[in-house]
Structure formats: structure tokens, C-alpha cells
């Protein structure tokens, strides 16, 4: 699950009813909210609240969208894929990860990509569509060595053995797994 990185001295302006110069909300006050629900939800995600992270990771969602800020929406979107694969329902993990994949391209962000192929190979797998679970944890595989990140390289390399040892392809699962 991504861990944003955001500036906690960063406020969010509060409309206080009895000044006269109120603040109205606007973009840059939803994305601010929606930094701070989606550092709270990975914090609830790593704490194994799943769904309060889920709550809150969907909150900042629908404000990223607000503030039209594609690359929170992307990482909301992946974090909610994420969220879900460890609840075990993996079609919505696979709804939220294609998503995640999509902005992910669309910006050119590498890192969210391999994230977002990352969960799809993963959640394949536990769907029992091999198949898939393949291609994507190659490209997945791709990304993370263009990234050179040794320890996203070495999932998708485990992930891909799986897979093929799920096929009886006993021959390639063991080309890949570590």
C-alpha cells in the first residue's frame, strides 16, 4: 500500500461562522482533506482496521476526484485495491487496481504502474486466473527492473513462480520463483 508523503503542517482552511472573511472550500482545501483521510487510512490499513482504511481511503477518493488531482486519485485507487486483497475480495482488488493502472500510465508515474501490476498479478493469482496473473506480473516484472527495485523485482519474480507452480508448469515456476 503507497504511504503518501505529505507536510503535516499543511491545514486545511475552516469556514468559522462567526468571522466575516469565511474561507469557502475549494480545491486545494479537498485535496489537503483528502492527503490527510488517506494518510489516516494507511495508517487504519497498517494497523489492520481494513474497514476503517477502507472508509477512509474512499472518502479521499471522492475528494481527489473533487479537487480533480489524478495523482491522489490513483493512489486512493491503489490503496483501495489493496484493501481489499487483504479482505480477500479479490474482484473488487482487481476493479480498483485496473483503475490504479490506468491513471498510473496516463501520468507517466512508473513507480504507481508497478503498484498497480503489482496487486492485478496478485489478486489474479488468488482469483485462479493464471493466465493473467502472468502477464501482469511480467509486466510487473519489467517495471520494477527499469525502476531497479530489487525488492518489487523479487515479489513479481515469486509471484510468477506461483503461477506457473499453479499450472503444473513446474519447469518455469522454477526459472522464477526465489
Not at 479482505?87 to 513507480?111: C, G, K, M, N
Not at 498479478?121 to 525502476?147: C, F, K, P, W
Not at 525488492?151 to 510468477?160: D, H, T, V
Request: net charge negative; proline share 2%.
Amino acid at each position: 500500500m503507497v504511504n503518501p508523503v505529505r507536510d503535516e503542517r499543511e491545514t486545511i482552511p475552516q469556514h468559522n461562522p462567526w468571522c466575516g472573511d469565511a474561507v469557502k472550500p475549494g480545491q486545494d482545501s479537498y485535496k489537503l482533506e483528502a492527503d490527510r483521510l488517506l494518510k489516516q487510512g494507511t495508517e487504519q490499513y497498517l494497523a489492520g482496521q481494513f474497514q476503517t482504511a477502507l472508509m477512509l481511503s474512499q472518502e479521499a477518493l471522492n475528494l481527489y476526484r473533487e479537487a480533480k488531482d489524478r495523482s491522489g486519485e490513483g493512489q486512493a485507487l491503489g490503496n483501495i485495491g489493496s484493501i481489499y486483497y487483504a479482505l480477500r475480495d479479490y474482484t473488487q482488488s482487481v476493479e480498483y487496481s485496473l483503475q490504479r493502472l490506468v491513471i498510473a500510465r496516463e501520468l507517466d508515474d512508473r513507480r504507481g504502474e508497478g503498484q498497480g501490476l503489482a496487486n492485478l498479478g496478485n489478486a489474479y493469482r488468488h482469483l485462479r486466473d493464471n493466465e493473467q496473473s502472468i502477464h501482469y506480473s511480467q509486466e510487473n516484472l519489467t517495471v520494477a527492473r527499469e525502476l531497479k527495485d530489487r525488492r518489487a523485482e523479487m515479489a513479481a519474480l515469486n509471484n510468477l513462480g506461483l503461477a506457473y507452480k499453479a499450472l503444473k508448469d513446474y519447469n518455469r515456476a522454477v526459472e522464477y520463483e526465489l
